[in-house]
């Protein structure tokens, strides 16, 4: 059973959440929901921010490549559900040492975790571990490789709809290296599933996959003709290793061909919102005016990002608690 | 030795000889390990066995021109006995090993070595590739010379990159010298970059580095050029792209001389098998798209591609226990070459004559074999199957240490029953 999506239940409920591929608009619109009540839980200003949904759960933070800001608000998501953390870095311990991920995988499930958040540079390392560990665990992909990172698009979705409401009429523009992004992958699937208008992605054909129309997108490789009347623009990071070679000439070139400037943004929807994953790259994917300016909502995008793996966690480890329960009473 | 080897007769059957355009109901007589007669059993011979094989097909015993036996040095995977045992059921009599052992095949010490634990094992014929440079580093020519007295069939550098154009130059050069034909998996290393699916959607979608068609056309271009400019004779292994056989025919038009194989997954599988990250699928070149598949087909049928082999590579369990990217590439496949042929008649894209003529014939005229075919006097190796016999293929019971095979739980139509290696029956499903 091949697309048989091991991310779900038998009853529908998220039991990974590994890619956004597969999942239906109800249960995206359920994450944001959830995510919804989590920010106004914050927005009260209560001095502890906590609640007790996940309390006797650990969580391990498996991150196979360096991130400092996506461990952080997953290891903050995990506390303010009341969840014990363990945070590993394995990039510099046990696979350096020659044991393999299956070996490492082995000795965490000897721990009694939970919860995997994983993070690796190979793609498809999240369905791996998933299919792999013993099955009470749910594992929550926080990168993999180029495939998904599908956290990061739901906090973009989650922003998006608190400024724009509906998506069907939206224009979305995702403008970067879009080959090497599982950021871009993920954006894609939610945003066609949550049923945009159009999603367009823009690069040089350097950075553009194979048959990029392939993945339900309009391709362009001119930044004013792509942001044109669009109605939410998503800048890319760039990565350092890229910006040289023989994808791109230069971080000059590539800022006076796609860096998103205040004058091009006149081409886009006077309401248009302008969204970046971070960290920024000021003058190499836009510029600082563009950055803090009126239309930016990159900071917005930080604080939902801990209310969509908080809506993310409870959801996968509540899903488990009620078929529990139902083994319980039966 | 020789007089200890029971004679048979294997009777009743339907023999398939394509090299000798033979397909009709003859018996096949065996004596002294050699062919002595087709059709009536000459005046004075008893055979001390018969075979009867009504309803079944008999054939010459199968050539793979492109196999892993794993050892010397990586028995973890697979070993001289146990991958020529897997053959024997899989009625292949003739196994060509890639050079890419540890130490790697390109001394006559190793090559020996190969040829005692083959013989040992007696199950099948073991012929080796020599390694085109030393240690295969693509640095330094390896003694070919020594090497063909030594036995090799020809040399390859086994997929691994040759340091620059002037180096294959120099080398194909060198093995022309002696009449040594080149096996060439054609790469360019630089367009492959970390490639380990086809650039396509599949690459597209899932975000895994894409390998694409061009890092294989490009090669086959350099690698037609230099055969024309040094008369070398290249033999291409395992294609995977259309265009390369579209390439290669041209060039052969143009007369030069060349051959070309393609592994039997190939013929079956296509880049959406490897969705959902299935390391089974995980081959190098990779599966590439329908269309490929299907043109690839045409060229089986047509002649283009003279030889299906297996490129088996059997590994441990944990050699495929990885992310996609991470995990090992190959197919334990042995067991398969044959079914996987015969689906291609089930499936008319081939007549069962030029199927069996791809396993035994062309791949045998590829590698200057005397093997491959039935006529009087010849070795006898012949292979018997079933051609009626459903059978599923279960890891638990694949011959071969390895079962890494994508094919698990396919359902296959026809099953070998007997295989003779040199007169002797090394497999008997009825025994």
Redesign the interface.
Same mark, same amino acid.
């Given at each position: 059973m091949?697309h048989h999506n091991h991310q779900l239940t038998e009853d529908g409920k998220l039991k990974h959440f590994l890619s956004i591929?597969g999942l239906n608009k109800n249960l995206l619109t359920e994450i944001l929901d959830l995510a919804e009540s989590f920010t106004s839980l914050a927005d009260q200003g209560r001095s502890v921010k906590k609640v007790p949904l996940l309390r006797g759960k650990t969580i391990t933070n498996l991150f196979f490549e360096n991130s400092t800001r996506t461990r952080t608000t997953f290891e903050l998501a995990a506390k303010r559900l009341s969840a014990d953390v363990l945070n590993l870095n394995i990039s510099t311990s046990a696979t350096s040492k020659g044991e393999? *991920? *299956?070996d490492t995988l082995r000795n965490l499930e000897a721990m009694h975790c939970d919860m995997f958040v994983v993070r690796?540079a190979?793609? +498809?390392?999240a369905?791996?571990i998933a299919s792999?560990c013993a099955p009470h665990i749910s594992v929550v992909n926080a990168g993999? +490789?180029?495939?998904?990172h599908p956290t990061q698009a739901m906090l973009d979705m989650l922003t998006i709809r608190q400024h724009k409401e509906d998506f069907t009429p939206l224009r979305v523009a995702i403008v970067g290296d879009i080959l090497?992004s599982?950021v871009a992958?993920s954006q894609i699937l939610a945003l066609n599933t949550l049923g945009v208008s159009e999603v367009r992605v823009i690069a040089p054909r350097t950075l553009l996959?194979?048959?990029?129309r392939?993945?339900g997108v309009h391709v362009f490789t001119d930044l004013h003709e792509g942001i044109r009347d669009v109605d939410v623009i998503i800048m890319l990071r760039l990565q350092k290793e890229r910006m040289t070679g023989a994808l791109l000439p230069s971080e000059h070139e590539y800022f006076n061909l796609y860096g998103l400037t205040e004058d091009k943004l006149h081409l886009a929807k006077p309401d248009v919102i302008v969204m970046h994953p971070g960290p920024i790259n000021r003058g190499v994917e836009m510029d600082s005016a563009v950055a803090d300016g009126e239309h930016s909502v990159i900071l917005e995008q930080v604080s939902n990002g801990i209310a969509i793996r908080m809506a993310v966690m409870s959801m996968c480890l509540g899903s488990r608690q009620e078929s529990q329960r139902k083994e319980e009473t039966a | 030795m020789s007089d200890s080897i029971p004679s048979v007769s294997i009777i009743n059957g339907r023999l398939v000889d394509p090299a000798n355009q033979v397909d009709d109901m003859l018996d096949l007589h065996i004596s002294q390990g050699h062919i002595l007669a087709t059709g009536d059993k000459p005046a004075g011979f008893e055979p001390d066995k018969v075979i009867d094989a009504s309803g079944k097909i008999v054939c010459p015993g199968l050539i793979d021109l492109s196999v892993r036996l794993r050892e010397p040095g990586l028995e973890s995977k697979g070993t001289i006995a146990t991958e020529t045992r897997a053959a024997a059921h899989a009625g292949i009599t003739t196994l060509i090993t890639l050079p890419d052992t540890s130490p790697v095949t390109d001394s006559p010490a190793v090559m020996e070595l190969i040829r005692r634990r083959a013989k040992q094992s007696g199950h099948a014929r073991v012929l080796c590739l020599g390694a085109l440079t030393k240690n295969l580093d693509g640095k330094e020519l390896s003694e070919m010379a020594a090497l063909q007295n030594a036995g090799c069939v020809a040399v390859t550098n086994a997929g691994r990159p040759l340091g620059n154009t002037l180096i294959e130059r120099r080398a194909l050069e060198y093995a022309s010298t002696f009449g040594i034909k080149v096996f060439i998996k054609p790469e360019d290393r630089h367009l492959r970059n970390k490639g380990c699916v086809n650039e396509g959607i599949i690459s597209s979608r899932l975000g895994l580095p894409g390998y694409p068609e061009a890092a294989e056309t490009v090669a086959v271009a350099r690698d037609v050029a230099l055969a024309e400019a040094t008369g070398a004779y290249i033999h291409f292994q395992c294609i995977s792209a259309a265009k390369s056989v579209n390439q290669i025919n041209r060039a052969c038009h143009d007369g030069i001389q060349l051959s070309v194989d393609v592994a039997a997954h190939q013929l079956h599988l296509t880049e959406m098998d490897a969705d959902d990250f299935n390391t089974g699928c995980h081959v190098d070149p990779p599966l590439r798209t329908l269309r490929d598949r299907d043109a690839l087909r045409e060229a089986v049928a047509s002649g283009s591609i003279q030889a299906i082999c297996s490129d088996h590579q059997p590994h441990e369990p944990d050699a495929k226990d990885h992310p996609f990217p991470d995990s090992a590439t190959g197919i334990s496949a042995l067991e398969t070459l044959l079914p996987l042929t015969l689906k291609l008649v089930d499936e008319k894209v081939l007549d069962l004559p030029t199927a069996i003529a791809r396993l035994t014939i062309g791949p045998a005229t590829i590698a200057n074999l005397p093997f491959g075919r039935l006529d009087n006097g010849r070795s006898a190796d012949v292979c018997v199957f079933d051609p009626d016999a459903f059978w599923q293929l279960e890891a638990d019971k694949m011959i071969s240490q390895g079962k890494n095979s994508p094919f698990v739980n396919w359902e296959f139509h026809g099953k070998v029953t007997q295989t003779l290696f040199e007169g002797r029956i090394t497999y008997d499903s009825d025994a």
């Open positions: 091949r591929e393999s *991920l *299956l690796h190979s793609s +498809g390392a369905h791996f792999h993999d +490789g180029s495939h998904s090497h599982r992958r996959p194979y048959d990029a392939s993945m | -």
